[in-house]
């Protein structure tokens, strides 16, 4: 059922406990399900329901152990966690605290870190939070020096693979989009099509879509769809994040609906231009602010001004990973980093336009992952 | 944009604070997708994004006031939240902790409620949590005493409408499964067409798919796809929570391929059978531990046995909700609670079969949204 090798696994096993004896950590309580997809192989889209928590304790030497609901047990057998601890939830008087709380015990961890900053939360309910730490009054509950999400950040190269291979079909996905999206459809039609092709693509399904379909560009990129149809001169504008074999792409595409206006064709090549200027200066070693720096100022010309926000980001098994491509982010980039470049103009009418697109950082340079996009086709 | 008039979410917002009053609560803060989509009519699949935060505070009198990042300005203008303050995120310096805690401070709580047992959590980094509990030191964080939960249990008739719609989409769904799935397919093609005939029928999305293509059962019911092709004898599970319109539904069909074992037909008449029961008991007023009683007893019959867990559960905004069909819920049925309905049983063979629909209380009783799906039908 895993993803991957157990060899995979094993070596990010290994590479947080490295991290965690260098952090002074015991032990890691994950509970998140990008967690169970890195750590444990374990992927369902059962995460969608709220109802139980799920944890997953990492201790600095040994194999991981997972102590989840038991609706779960039989899908995490076929995984690579080998030690798995049930109880029936959701249980009103004890959702998994004891058998938690006795599991930390036994190890005899005298600390445990939890994902605790920025793009991480605790996903389990703050009482029965309470009460794990109040079963555990030596343990000292601490910040897991973002281990997790640092290890995360630079990507195997398996990990790049499926990423590419999610980025492949949604191009094919974009790339059929002028033949069968009619320009009479509503937003909420062509959202409707456009899933169908992904699927048809192959993707496994679709978790992320967003668009527009306005006149001359769009006030925001996290819209869902209406039942406005389209005219003439308007963008239609899809950013997808599907996912393949457990990875994500996230790129989107801007299409014009009939003859645009030439300032919206004018701003969507200065938008192409500093994707390739990005690609071109993103190097092993060079500082993400840097890059952020020279694609602000290239944004900047003609009337034309960035959008504002971060101009990319990391990417793998969510959406949206660390780091952001923002001013004072001084983080040099590193090899097999999978980033998103995401450069958004502000055009005269006030209006934006944004165009994305994802690449793995290599000793060669930036590598595509999404095909190439240049003038906006016409639908 | 919002899904409804403005004056269903002010009735939920008054509905709030005067619980709020009775729980001496001066204020909530929410921060989950469920409560902005609850709450503030905000809808965007961009929840998929786990980089930032999103805070709604409703005070005890007056109305809510989103805290938010700046890239949801826009869409959250067309709601009815008319209170907005944005921070330009991900800010690694104070990622809206600054802001949201100016916010609580100027209104002058003593106290904030948060969401904070089972179903819930608090979805921003726990670093920041201490940093904004920090800044406020004079206000006392509370759990919100369930109100959010509660209210989202009892639906109005416009949620139930939305439902039932959905219901209605993947029962279309559904009933073409014989006459398009194809028994050379693997599961993975199988849910790739599944979910384009839900997207064709309507569906906006469909967050939720697990299924099962096995001999005679399954095991689980939260299992991805795999490659594996259908064989004859096999029994084609398929579980979805499709999304139209915000709302879900959630329930599944299972498919004979060729010729099953009788052993299967029968379990699948006691799991039907057992569904009518429900339904029939299900009355305003009813305990749902005696609903949870009766399904348990008459699941056990003939060599077959109740399969664990519950039996069914709430469902709206989110695919899981308040309440759980469990021995030791004694909460009584409401107007308008919607349910689904899910029985499990275990079989001879030591293989599962669940069987799921749903259902709203009312005045007249349980009334299905589902269609009623009585032998399986062949592929």
Same mark, same amino acid.
């Given at each position: *059922?895993?993803?991957?090798?157990?060899?995979?696994?094993?070596?990010?096993?290994?590479?947080?406990?490295?991290?965690?004896?260098?952090?002074?950590?015991?032990?890691?309580?994950?509970?998140?399900? &990008?967690? #169970?997809?890195? #750590?444990?192989?374990?992927?369902?889209? #059962?995460?969608?329901?709220?109802?139980?928590?799920?944890?997953?304790?990492?201790?600095?030497? +040994?194999?991981?152990?997972?102590?989840?609901?038991?609706? $779960?047990?039989?899908? @995490?057998?076929?995984?690579?966690?080998?030690?798995?601890?049930?109880?029936?939830?959701?249980?009103?008087?004890?959702?998994?605290? +004891?058998?938690?709380?006795?599991?930390?015990?036994?190890?005899?961890?005298?600390?445990?870190?939890?994902?605790?900053?920025?793009?991480?939360?605790?996903? *389990? /309910?703050?009482?029965?939070?309470?009460?794990?730490?109040?079963?555990? !009054?030596?343990?000292? #509950?601490?910040?897991?020096?973002?281990?997790?999400?640092?290890?995360? @950040?630079?990507?195997?190269?398996?990990?790049?693979?499926? %990423?590419?291979?999610?980025?492949?079909?949604? +191009?094919?996905? =974009?790339?059929? &989009? /002028?033949?069968?999206?009619?320009?009479?459809?509503?937003?909420?039609?062509?959202?409707?099509? =456009?899933?169908?092709?992904?699927?048809?693509?192959?993707?496994?399904?679709?978790?992320?879509?967003? $668009?527009?379909?306005?006149?001359?560009?769009?006030?925001?990129?996290?819209? !869902?769809?209406?039942?406005?149809?389209?005219?003439?001169?308007? &963008?239609? *504008?899809?950013?997808?994040?599907?996912?393949?074999? $457990?990875?994500?792409?996230?790129?989107?595409?801007?299409?014009?609906?009939?003859?645009?206006?030439?300032?919206?064709?004018?701003?969507?090549?200065?938008?192409?231009?500093?994707?390739?200027?990005?690609?071109?200066?993103?190097?092993?070693?060079?500082?993400?602010?840097?890059?952020?720096?020279?694609?602000?100022?290239?944004?900047?010309?003609?009337?034309?001004?960035?959008? +504002?926000?971060?101009?990319?980001?990391?990417?793998?098994?969510?959406?949206?990973?660390?780091?952001?491509?923002?001013?004072?982010?001084?983080?040099?980039?590193?090899?097999? @980093?999978?980033?998103?470049?995401?450069?958004? %103009?502000?055009?005269?009418?006030?209006?934006?336009?944004?165009?994305?697109?994802?690449?793995?950082?290599?000793?060669?340079?930036?590598?595509?992952?999404? /095909?190439?996009?240049?003038?906006?086709?016409?639908?």
């Amino acid at each position: *059922m895993a993803l991957f090798a157990l060899e995979e696994y094993q070596t990010r096993w290994k590479k947080a406990q490295s991290k965690m004896k260098t952090a002074g950590l015991d032990g890691l309580l994950l509970t998140q399900e &990008v967690d #169970f997809a890195y #750590f444990a192989g374990f992927h369902t889209r #059962f995460w969608q329901s709220p109802t139980r928590p799920w944890f997953l304790v990492l201790p600095q030497s +040994g194999n991981p152990i997972a102590v989840i609901p038991s609706i $779960g047990e039989h899908l @995490m057998r076929q995984g690579v966690v080998d030690n798995i601890k049930t109880w029936s939830a959701p249980d009103l008087n004890d959702d998994g605290i +004891g058998i938690l709380s006795q599991t930390i015990n036994n190890i005899g961890f005298s600390n445990i870190g939890l994902p605790y900053t920025m793009e991480s939360h605790l996903r *389990m /309910p703050l009482a029965d939070f309470q009460a794990l730490q109040e079963k555990l !009054p030596t343990v000292e #509950f601490r910040d897991d020096a973002n281990i997790a999400r640092d290890l995360r @950040m630079i990507k195997s190269q398996a990990e790049v693979a499926r %990423i590419e291979q999610a980025c492949s079909i949604a +191009g094919k996905a =974009f790339a059929r &989009v /002028p033949q069968t999206i009619h320009k009479e459809q509503s937003l909420a039609q062509i959202f409707r099509k =456009f899933q169908i092709i992904c699927l048809e693509e192959g993707a496994d399904f679709i978790p992320y879509l967003a $668009g527009a379909l306005e006149a001359s560009g769009y006030n925001d990129v996290i819209s !869902p769809a209406h039942d406005v149809k389209g005219r003439e001169g308007d &963008v239609l *504008m899809l950013d997808t994040g599907l996912i393949r074999d $457990g990875y994500f792409c996230d790129f989107n595409r801007n299409f014009a609906i009939g003859k645009i206006d030439p300032m919206v064709r004018d701003a969507h090549k200065i938008l192409t231009d500093v994707t390739e200027l990005a690609i071109e200066h993103m190097k092993i070693g060079t500082a993400i602010s840097a890059i952020y720096d020279l694609m602000q100022k290239a944004l900047t010309q003609d009337g034309f001004k960035a959008g +504002g926000g971060r101009l990319g980001h990391g990417l793998g098994l969510y959406l949206t990973e660390w780091p952001s491509i923002i001013a004072d982010e001084y983080m040099p980039l590193s090899d097999n @980093m999978v980033m998103t470049i995401e450069p958004s %103009i502000e055009m005269p009418n006030g209006k934006i336009l944004v165009h994305e697109d994802n690449v793995v950082i290599t000793a060669m340079g930036a590598k595509r992952l999404t /095909p190439y996009y240049g003038e906006m086709e016409i639908i």
